[in-house]
């Protein structure tokens, strides 16, 4: 696939119809189940001052507000800047770009903050979680 300027990439998947979008796709996708099936753990994504927060529970997204019970503090906080955001939801990222830990490695503008014992756990669900997530950016991008 062609390289799609950021433009196109606006974070789809944590806004309105997008988010919902996202969690439908999850909630029937058999790897999602699988590798979730056992999982309950908070996130918090952040791109600039954009802030959503989900709970996975047992093959579940939801999303959650911060005043809301369920919105305990996450374990794990993935925050970049919209840029990040945009090169990581490419169909094919850039370098650097494919994953949440070699973007916390390899850029300045992305950072993982959490409970190591949770993320390690979960690595494989976030995969997942942000490759529906791409998939869900591309479609509404093309839309």
């Not at 999303?63 to 970049?80: F, H, M, Y």
């Not at 979960?122 to 997530?133: D, G, I, P, Q, S």
Request: aromatic share 8%; charged share 30%; with cysteine.
């Amino acid at each position: 696939m062609s390289f799609h300027p950021e433009s196109e990439y606006r974070l789809i998947f944590l806004r309105g119809d997008g988010v919902r979008a996202w969690a439908e796709t999850l909630s029937s996708d058999p790897e999602f189940q699988c590798n979730s099936r056992r999982a309950d753990f908070g996130v918090r994504l952040r791109a600039d001052q954009e802030v959503r927060c989900f709970r996975i529970v047992a093959g579940e997204l939801r999303s959650v507000q911060a005043q809301e019970d369920d919105a305990r503090e996450p374990q794990i906080e993935l925050a970049g800047t919209i840029s990040a955001w945009s090169k990581f939801l490419q169909p094919t990222p850039p370098r650097f770009h494919n994953d949440v830990l070699g973007m916390q490695r390899r850029t300045d503008e992305f950072s993982v903050l959490a409970d190591q014992a949770v993320l390690t756990r979960n690595l494989h669900v976030l995969h997942r979680l942000f490759e529906v997530a791409r998939m869900t950016e591309v479609k509404h991008a093309r839309a």
